[in-house]
């Protein structure tokens, strides 16, 4: 039986694929995600083939449907997910079938220029290719994690074993948005005692909430304009929550600081406003963490750039990968230094993928993250 025999239109809810098939959600086009079968891919030399057994939907899927960010027709989606090792090929060692595993959104390669550098998130492949967009790869350049089955990339650098004590849910989050947020706060090098405002509570942005706390600052302000998010940003550790449909949250941040800034503003939208409120709040000599991936271009007005004459800093993140970023954060879950549970507020099965992707789309019923699950 071929691919053309199993098509969209026959995917039956709640029965399983045929031997040898998966479902999977699969980019068609611009807006069309689509529930497809698909064969279960196979491990060749220095490969695994993953059971997935939760995914959820990232904000990167949303760009994709919308044609900011270009995947090639037929590209399964996902990238953030746990899993049970299904099939290894040959040459991996320290790992047999069954092991609960998962790996970061970013799968660099170990050996190329950047992955060599400590920029595992830049990473080009061993091919060397600078024309590579960069180490995310699931759900990007390779098929992804909507899937019964994926194959990992790069599994001897990235594939990790999930301790038995925690489950999905405990370090589901982790391999993308966890590590989006926390690096976000990283490489602004907050110091113990600094003031760091973060603008928009989604999923990365209250990730960078805990990412502050976690660096050591001693006041963080969460702005939103969203109630359940705020509500949310206090559980992950903001001391203080701005609407910013209710207040100017520039005059207010101001005061909160007695007049002189924040030392950090982390910008985790993707909006000029947003961009340019960081700008405005942050002190002299304070940074700018950019996080949020911005849909159009975005400008720096030289009023809210001191004129060039502010020591001002302006970084921007993508998540870093690897095996060892992976232990440290779970590590810290393990530890009960970072819990993103509260996150999670919805549970779908794969059958109901895209209405799943509907809900997370459009922010319906208060969705914050949801999670698929096989």
């Known amino acids: 039986m071929t691919i053309a025999d199993y098509t969209a239109e026959k995917v039956i809810k709640g029965v399983p694929a045929p ?82 595993v998962m790996c970061g959104s970013c799968t660099p390669c170990g050996q190329c220029y950047y992955c060599q550098k400590g920029l595992s998130s830049q990473c080009i492949g061993p091919e060397g290719d600078h024309r590579h967009p960069g180490g995310w790869r699931l759900g990007n350049t390779v098929d992804g994690t909507h899937a019964e089955y994926f194959k990992m990339p790069f599994p001897e650098f990235n594939l990790t074993k999930v301790p038995d004590e925690l489950g999905d849910e405990d370090v589901l989050l982790v391999s993308d948005i966890g590590s989006t947020g926390i690096a976000a706060a990283e490489k602004a090098d907050i110091q113990v005692g600094d003031t760091v405002v973060v603008f928009a509570c989604g999923p990365v942005g209250l990730c960078a909430i805990a990412g502050a706390k976690l660096k050591g600052a001693s006041l963080v302000i969460g702005v939103d304009g969203n109630p359940e998010r705020l509500k949310i940003a206090e559980k992950m550790g903001a001391d203080a929550v701005l609407d910013f449909r209710k207040i100017d949250v520039v005059e207010e941040i101001m005061k909160l600081t007695e007049g002189k800034g924040a030392d950090v503003a982390i910008e985790a939208l993707g909006s000029q406003t947003t961009f340019e409120n960081c700008m405005k709040v942050i002190r002299r000599g304070g940074t700018v963490s950019s996080v949020g991936i911005y849909s159009g271009h975005v400008t720096i007005p030289i009023e809210t750039f001191a004129g060039g004459m502010g020591d001002h800093r302006i970084v921007t993140t993508l998540c870093p990968g690897g095996r060892e970023r992976m232990l440290q954060l779970i590590r810290l879950v393990k530890h009960h230094r970072l819990s993103l549970n509260s996150m999670i507020t919805h549970r779908m099965p794969i059958d109901e993928a895209l209405e799943a992707y509907e809900l997370f789309e459009h922010q319906k019923d208060g969705v914050i993250k949801l999670v698929i699950h096989f």
């Open 19 to 100: 031997d040898g098939w998966m479902k999977a959600v699969v980019f068609r086009g611009i807006g069309k995600p689509v529930l497809e079968y698909k064969p279960i891919p196979k491990a060749g030399p220095g490969e695994v083939v993953i059971r997935t057994t939760s995914t959820t939907i990232c904000g990167t899927d949303i760009h994709i449907l919308h044609g900011e960010h270009p995947v090639d027709e037929g590209r399964v989606l996902g990238h953030e997910h746990v899993g049970v090792i299904h099939e290894i090929g040959e040459g991996i060692r320290g790992f047999r079938v069954g092991d609960r």
